[in-house]
């Protein structure tokens, strides 16, 4: 394979955030080179959950039929304790945009669907085996030296370079970013296991069991996982044993009919990265951060990440908006990433307590809470609303209204029958407009609203093919407005009938150049 020697946007690192960059920059038609310092995927299944959010964004790579006819949709978690008492239920089900909550996975299928993906692309270049040695950034680029397995260096010269080189990342390492947080104390028995005896129950379980913590979650193909924490002065060797290994089976499954194809020890972190990019390199994945598996987030906070990063780049490498766009990616991912952080490790605290009393005490809590079923089902309701509910806490969105919301996704009635609603809007900017609401000529004239060039969509015409009024409700579409949309379909800005749309769009244009101003190289908030 010939190396290019020059590309728009370059990405270290094939897992499943660079994959699934590459991918979205190949939509977005951008040059891209995707590199890989080993041989191919990995063969061994890590994540195990991924989100009704990440398929969306799988939806707009053109990937969710391929991914979504390979993986276990929706399922029910429950948190049970010691004595085997339900404490909470979370149901994982809804399809607020367009897919269950939560779904189980394959991560070796997945990296080779995303990877087969990248075929579709010309303007993509793959290539395994390389590493990236040393780079360097201007004001105008990177030029980063890269090495083959024999050793050969190739020097390439990119815009931009995106690191998706894991929680080892050499780029963060020599941007000299450090990581904030904490690594975890308690370490953890991961095994996988293919067992047609124990069936499809339970979906999901936590046992908040003080005496052995542990999980299990069913997956594709009759696999499962299990995950026991690790107690009082056991080793890993003890641990890794197949005679301990069927020990802890035996209390939930028939482990002569189990084969167990992986098994490890892991200890988990719950750290953030300083900052998300310097100049022109920018971190994603785990080269960004690093939670506990306890909300099922790790790989899915990776796809977030790139989602908010792809369309940025494609608009400011096309011309269409200014750098400062890329300002924003910090702003509105790192705080994001933590919160989901700081709720793993929430979850964490209910399910890994080894103290008696401590345990004791948060069953006494669960047990008040379960009289009422009012306050019970709030509860699991706010566990999820991180997924249900998706919002940026901060960043290019003019607030008010449903600014910074993520759009639902509901099925609807297309020319062809039903589809999800994405497949209406387009790829790009999308103007909802409601109450029959024509675009006033002071809008479209605007200079940043023909910068974003966004696609219109009569809601008159959308809401009246639509099962159910969410989408109705969240556009208000019983007066007449306009909800804009970003491409990762994140309200830009909700115009409120009457309104000055041009305030909006003005407020919009001066957060660029705001951004655009910041002492600092390109993407770099001050």
Known sequence: MTLPTETRVLIVGAGPAGLTLANLLGTEGVPTLLVERNPGCVPEPRAVAIDGESLRTLQAAGLAETVCASIKQGFKADYINGDGVQLFTTDLTARPYGYCLQNSFDQPTLERQLLDGLARFSCVTVAHNIELAEFAQDDNGVTAALRTAQGTKHSVRTDYMIGCDGGRSSIRQSLGIAMVGDRLPQKWLVVDTVDTHLGEEPSCRFYCDPRRP?????????????????????????????????????????????????????????????????????????????????????LNAGIRDVRNLSWKLAQVVQGALPQGLLGTYNLERREAAKSVVDLAVGLGDQIQPTDAQAAAERDAFFAELNTDPV??????????????????????FVEGGTGGRMLPQPEVTGSNGPVLLDALLGTGFTALLTGGNQLPAHVSGHPLWQSLSPSLCYMDDVVGALPASSLAEFTNSDSAGITLLRPDRFVLAQIAPGADASTSLDRLQEMLVIQDAKPGAVGMEA
């Open 214 to 298: 542990a999980m299990t979650i069913i997956r594709p193909g009759s696999e499962r996982r299990w995950e026991w924490m690790l107690v009082g002065d056991e080793s890993e060797e003890d641990m890794l044993s197949d005679d301990r290994i069927n020990a802890l089976l035996a209390e939930h499954t028939n482990p002569e009919q189990v084969d167990v194809y992986r098994k490890c020890v892991y200890s988990f972190s719950a750290v953030v990265a300083e900052r998300f990019s310097e100049g022109r390199v920018f971190l994603a994945g785990d080269a960004a951060h690093m939670t506990p598996p306890f909300a099922g987030q790790g």
């Open 375 to 396: 306050q019970a089902a709030g509860f699991a309701a706010e566990t999820v609303a991180p997924l249900s509910d998706v919002r940026l806490s901060e960043g290019w």
